[in-house]
C-alpha cells in the first residue's frame, strides 16, 4: 500500500473527527472570470474542434490560470482542493474532439492541485488533500434517451468503466489523495465509477479513498435515476466511501432535509457542497458568500456535516465565509449504524433481524 495515500486517509479521518473540513467552490465561474480566448484554451494542441468553453484541456495549455484559482481557494480556507477535470473523459471530450487527451489532461490537472497543496502545506504544516474529481458524463446507463425505444442505451456497462477507468488511473498516476465520483445523477453510472476506481487504485498499488456525491434533480429528494438519497446510500455503501454527500441540486436551504435524511443513515464522513442558492432568470447565482454561509450554518447547528464547500456559483469569497462560520463548530458524529440486510431498488430497504 502506498504510504502517502495511507495517510492521507488517516490524516483526513484524523482531522474529520477534530473539527469540520472544508471543500473548494466553483471553477466554471472563476474560468469565465478570467475572460480567456479560444487560443488559450487550445494552445499548440492539435485539436480540430472550437475549444472554447473546454475549461478541463486549460491544465495543460494555461496551468497558470488553474493554479490560481486553487490557490484562491486553498488561501481561502480550503482543505481540500478537485482536480479540474470534471468532464475529462472520453465520452465528454468527444464535444471538443479532444478524446485523444483525455489521459494527458488528467495527469495534469491532478499534479496542478497536488503542487498547489503542497506548497501550501510546506509553508504552513496544515495538510491539504486532492480529491480527483470525476463527473457523470452525459450518458446514463439507467435510462433511454429515446422515448419510444425504453430498452436502448446509447453506452453499455463495460464502454463506461473503460471511460471511467482511463481517467482513474491517469488521476492516480498524477498523484490524488483521493477520487471523487460527484454530481452523481445516475446511481449505476456511479457504480460503474467506483468499481473503476477500485480497479486502477489495485493496478496502481496504492490505497485510494473513493469520495461519493449525489445530486438530486427534484424537490422530492431524487436523482435522475429515481433513487431516494436513502436508496442511494443502499445502493453504494458496499464501496465503503471515506466520504458520501450531496452537491449541485439546490442551495443549502433546499438540501438541508435531504442532508438531514443522508446524515442519519450513513456511517461514514458526510461532505455537502450546494450551489449559492438557485439561479435567477438569466442562469446567474446571485447569493451572496455571508447568506450561502449562514444556510450552511443551520447544517452545522443541526450536526449534519463533517465536510463543507461549494458548488455552482461559489467563489472563494464563500469558501472563505464558511471557513469563517465552521471555525469553532463541533463537527457531525458519525453514527453507529445496527448490522443488517439494506437493500435498494429506488427507495431503501432494510431487512428487520
Not at 498523484?175 to 445516475?186: A, N, Q, S, Y
Not at 456559483?313 to 472563505?320: F, K, R
Request: with cysteine.
Amino acid at each position: 500500500m502506498n504510504a502517502q495515500a495511507q495517510s492521507a486517509r488517516e490524516q483526513f479521518k484524523q482531522i474529520a473527527k477534530e473539527r469540520i473540513l472544508l471543500f473548494d467552490g466553483g471553477y466554471g465561474t472563476a474560468i469565465q472570470n478570467r475572460n480567456l480566448e479560444e487560443a488559450d484554451y487550445r494552445g499548440d494542441m492539435e485539436v480540430t474542434a472550437d475549444q472554447k468553453g473546454n475549461n478541463d484541456i486549460l491544465s495543460i495549455t494555461r496551468p497558470d490560470v488553474i493554479a490560481d484559482i486553487h490557490d484562491e481557494y486553498i488561501a481561502a480556507g480550503s482543505d481540500i482542493i478537485e482536480t479540474n477535470t470534471f468532464s475529462a473523459n472520453t465520452i465528454s471530450q468527444a464535444d471538443y474532439a479532444a478524446e485523444h487527451l483525455v489521459r494527458d489532461i488528467n495527469i495534469a490537472s491532478a499534479r496542478v492541485a497536488r503542487e498547489a497543496c503542497d506548497r501550501a502545506t510546506a509553508k504552513d504544516g496544515r495538510p491539504r488533500f486532492v480529491a480527483g474529481a470525476i463527473g457523470p458524463t452525459n450518458k446514463t446507463l439507467s435510462l433511454s434517451p429515446d422515448v419510444n425505444d425504453p430498452g436502448f442505451r446509447e453506452v453499455d456497462y463495460d464502454e463506461m468503466l473503460a471511460v471511467y477507468r482511463e481517467q482513474c488511473d491517469a488521476l492516480i498516476e498524477g498523484g490524488v489523495d483521493f477520487i471523487l465520483i460527484e454530481t452523481i445523477f445516475d446511481t449505476l453510472n456511479a457504480k460503474v465509477a467506483a468499481m473503476a476506481a477500485r480497479e486502477a487504485a489495485l493496478a496502481a498499488g496504492r490505497d485510494v479513498p473513493l469520495m461519493i456525491s449525489m445530486t438530486i434533480t427534484d424537490m422530492a429528494g431524487r436523482n435522475l435515476s429515481g433513487h431516494t438519497v436513502e436508496g442511494f446510500w443502499h445502493a453504494i455503501r458496499h464501496v465503503k466511501p471515506l466520504t458520501v454527500g450531496l452537491n449541485c441540486s439546490f442551495g443549502a436551504d433546499q438540501l438541508r432535509p435531504h442532508l438531514a435524511a443522508l446524515s442519519a443513515a450513513a456511517d461514514t464522513i458526510i461532505m455537502a457542497y450546494p450551489n449559492a442558492g438557485l439561479p435567477n432568470d438569466l442562469g446567474e447565482y446571485d447569493e451572496t458568500p455571508e447568506q450561502t454561509a449562514a444556510q450552511v450554518g443551520h447544517w452545522v447547528e443541526d450536526g449534519l456535516v463533517n465536510v463543507v464547500g461549494g458548488c455552482c456559483g461559489t467563489t472563494p469569497g464563500h469558501i472563505a465565509a464558511m471557513a469563517k462560520m465552521v471555525d469553532g463548530e463541533a463537527p457531525r458524529t458519525i453514527p453507529e449504524v445496527a448490522v443488517q440486510t439494506r437493500l435498494s431498488g429506488l427507495e431503501p430497504f432494510t431487512m428487520a433481524a
